[in-house]
C-alpha cells in the first residue's frame, strides 16, 4: 500500500486565494482525519470523516474552511478566501476504527503571503 | 471533550541516558493512548500505543505505562541514541462511532552527544 497520498506538498498562494488541498486514505480506512500543524498550536483536528460522513468539525476554525469525502478514496480541504494566518501544515490521516493507529501522509505545506 | 496536556515541552539527555515524557487526559472513557514521533520536516509516525486494559507496554527501548485512577500516562525511552531526536506526541480516544485522537502539546527531545 502506498500509504497516505496528499497533494499538493507544498502550495504557495497570494491572500484571498483559494486553496484545495487533497487526500487519499489507505484503502480500506474507514476514518479520515484533517489536521493542522503549527508552532504555536500543535496538531489540530479540524475535521474528521467516518464512511464518507462528516462526523465533528468542531475544530474547523471558520466559515472560510470547508471539507468534502465524496467518496471512500478522496477527500478535500478547501480555504477560501485564504489569509496569511492560515500558514501551516496541513496532514490528513486515515484509520480502520476511531481508536485505532492514525497513518499520517506527508502532509502539505501551505504558505499564503 | 477530551483535553490531553503534555510536558515538558523540551527535553535533553545525555546520549545512553533515558527520557521520560509525560501526560495527562481529562475523559476517564479514553481507553486508547498512541505515541508519535515527528522527526524534523516528516510526518508523525506511531511508535507505540497501549489501551486501558493493560498497565505497561514495552517494545524493545520504548515503554509506555498508564495509570487509568490518576489519568495519566508516559513514555520511557531508555539508552537513548542521536535518532531519538524529534518532537514526540500523546494522544487519547475511546473507543466510539464518533470517536476521535487528541493530541498533547508535544515534546522537542535532544539527544545530546
Known amino acids: 500500500d502506498a500509504g497516505v497520498i496528499q497533494s499538493p506538498r507544498h502550495e504557495v498562494t497570494e491572500m484571498g486565494q483559494e486553496v484545495t488541498l487533497r487526500c487519499k486514505p489507505i484503502?480500506?480506512?474507514?476514518?479520515l482525519f484533517w489536521y493542522r500543524q503549527t508552532m504555536m498550536r500543535g496538531l489540530e483536528l479540524l475535521i474528521y470523516f467516518n464512511n464518507n460522513v462528516p462526523i465533528d468539525d468542531s475544530g474547523m476554525p471558520e466559515d472560510r474552511f470547508s471539507a468534502k469525502m465524496p467518496n471512500a478514496s478522496f477527500s478535500t480541504l478547501k480555504i477560501q478566501p485564504s489569509e496569511p494566518r492560515d500558514s501551516a501544515v496541513y496532514f490528513c490521516?486515515?484509520?480502520?476504527?476511531?481508536?485505532?493507529?492514525?497513518?499520517f501522509g506527508n502532509g502539505t505545506r501551505l504558505t499564503v503571503t | 471533550g477530551e483535553n490531553v496536556e503534555q510536558h515538558p515541552s523540551t527535553l535533553s539527555v545525555q546520549e545512553g541516558d533515558s527520557a521520560v515524557i509525560k501526560c495527562t487526559y481529562s475523559d476517564s472513557a479514553s481507553n486508547y493512548f498512541p505515541w508519535y514521533k515527528q522527526e524534523l520536516g516528516k510526518r508523525p509516525q506511531l511508535i507505540i500505543d497501549?489501551?486501558?486494559?493493560?498497565g505497561e507496554k514495552k517494545d524493545q527501548r520504548i515503554a509506555v505505562t498508564l495509570n487509568k485512577t490518576a489519568k495519566h500516562f508516559s513514555l520511557h525511552i531508555t539508552e537513548t541514541q542521536p535518532e531519538d531526536s524529534a518532537v514526540y506526541f500523546c494522544?487519547?480516544?475511546?473507543?466510539?462511532?464518533?470517536?476521535?485522537?487528541?493530541f498533547g502539546s508535544g515534546t522537542r527531545l535532544s539527544i545530546r552527544p
Open positions: 490521516a486515515s484509520s480502520t476504527t476511531g481508536d485505532s493507529p492514525l497513518h
Open positions: 497501549i489501551r486501558s486494559n493493560v
Open positions: 484503502s480500506g480506512h474507514d476514518y
Open positions: 494522544a487519547a480516544s475511546r473507543y466510539s462511532s464518533a470517536s476521535k485522537i487528541i
